[in-house]
């Protein structure tokens, strides 16, 4: 009978090849967790709205929620909120808002031709795709006991590192675009011109919008400090406002008396009676204005 004796493995060959393997995975693996960092950094600040009041906060929410999405998850919300198809629609998904409240929704998006969409759609879906086998079954696919088998490894880590490469180039000019464009909005949020639309409802062409109005919250407030069984004395909340916010004044807004704002915000309504005593103009919150 014959016997073949099998050549010996080399146990430094081996543990080298090994040593690599695991080097180019560990590579593969960091080079994915930066693609899914700055895609998750771009879809944060990608979208987000708020009232004046929740805006400071509507970042940090925004982050909390993009943070433990999956990058299946991620890249799907990239191709479907951040870059479209050509000729799609704006998404109109602003909430009803109190008319006394400013509320501000921001975006940006970048359009492709469906053939780009398409190809950018299939593009990344191989790269998931490739996540997950390297995450959860590469030493399945590969015969990591042998020489060869490692090799064979290398050669695919290398490929894949390629790929992963690839991808992140190409993302990282999208999120520098978007930071031009997120600097160039946090500027114009802290414009005199914004502030003066928030503070006081007076636009950069001059209109005032009444319900969020300066000199209209100050005399809500008058109404709510100095009422009389839900009426107030115009002269009365006049002094008070004039006491406790000296800068809303019936000539910031175009008018010459605070008649004037009474009636031009059409917020109020305004009555002529004696009230225990005391006669003269009194005015009330509209019952629509409150919602």
């Not at 198809?85 to 940006?108: N, T």
């Amino acid at each position: 009978m014959l016997r073949f004796a099998m050549p010996a493995l080399d146990q430094d060959d081996i543990a080298g090849a090994h040593q690599e393997v695991q080097r180019l995975l560990g590579r593969c693996i960091l080079r994915l967790q930066q693609y899914e960092q700055l895609l998750k950094a771009m879809l944060a600040v990608s979208s987000f709205s708020g009232t004046a009041e929740t805006l400071p906060f509507a970042l940090d929410n925004r982050r909390a929620e993009i943070s433990g999405k999956t990058m299946g998850t991620l890249v799907g919300r990239l191709t479907t909120e951040y870059v479209t198809k050509e000729g799609g629609e704006f998404p109109d998904d602003v909430p009803v808002s109190r008319p006394d409240s400013c509320f501000f929704a921001f975006r940006m998006q970048t359009s492709l031709s469906d053939e780009a969409h398409a190809a950018l759609q299939a593009d990344l879906r191989e790269l998931v795709e490739m996540r997950n086998a390297l995450v959860h079954s590469f030493i399945q696919q590969h015969d990591l006991q042998t020489v060869d088998g490692c090799l064979q490894a290398q050669d695919a880590l290398s490929s894949s590192y390629t790929k992963i490469d690839h991808h992140l180039q190409q993302l990282r000019p999208l999120a520098e675009d978007m930071d031009r464009t997120r600097a160039a909005f946090a500027e114009w949020m802290q414009s005199p011109e914004l502030q003066e639309l928030v503070g006081n409802g007076i636009a950069p062409d001059g209109q005032i919008h009444w319900p969020i109005a300066g000199i209209v919250s100050a005399l809500r407030q008058a109404c709510r400090e100095r009422s009389i069984d839900g009426w107030v004395n115009l002269d009365t909340a006049a002094r008070w406002v004039s006491e406790h916010h000296p800068e809303q004044t019936p000539k910031k807004y175009g008018c010459a008396r605070w008649r004037h704002v009474i009636h031009e915000s059409g917020q109020f309504e305004m009555r002529h009676f004696t009230h225990d005593g005391q006669f003269g103009a009194w005015f009330r919150e509209r019952v629509s204005s409150k919602s």
